[in-house]
């Protein structure tokens, strides 16, 4: 009898345990995503989300959110451990001129919310500027020199 408690109790710790990591919100990327990572940020412990990307949503990526000297950023990398982006939030008076006055111009009404400064694998510099407009979330996205590219309107 007591055995079978026993056995009983250690396949039910194994059934929670189970349950509790499949419940669990946390992401472990790929071995190949954490090493890379790691080559480029030493000694930095990130939080990973799990993304599905391209014009079809499928295309898995993972992104570690974490902060260097204060500065937020996220890295992008694809299932296999390729770096895709790695995005650097900016404070708004570190928004270049051109881009500023752009959207002064052109959404005066439309409070600048988020700023960040995107750096591709192809080292190609774009700034995305997040406002609301008609209670949905925008990106305004201009190239490295402050010219407007698109605007990109998020489901969230």
Avoid: H
């Amino acid at each position: 009898m007591k055995k079978i408690f026993l056995v009983a109790s250690f396949f039910y710790s194994i059934i929670i345990q189970a349950q509790t990591t499949e419940n669990s919100s946390e992401v472990i990327p790929t071995l190949e995503v954490q090493k890379a990572f790691q080559k480029e940020f030493p000694k930095v412990k990130p939080v990973w989300r799990k993304e599905f990307s391209g014009s079809d949503k499928d295309e898995l990526t993972y992104e570690a959110d974490f902060s260097v000297n204060n500065s937020n950023m996220t890295a992008v990398y694809n299932a296999i451990g390729v770096f895709k982006v790695l995005q650097f939030e900016i404070k708004p008076t570190e928004i270049p001129v051109r881009i500023s006055s752009y959207m002064e111009k052109n959404y005066p009404k439309n409070k600048i919310e988020k700023a960040a400064k995107m750096m591709t694998n192809d080292n190609k510099i774009t700034y995305e500027i997040g406002i609301t407009i008609n209670g949905k979330w925008s990106d305004a996205v201009f190239d490295k020199e402050g010219d407007f590219l698109e605007m990109v309107q998020k489901d969230n």
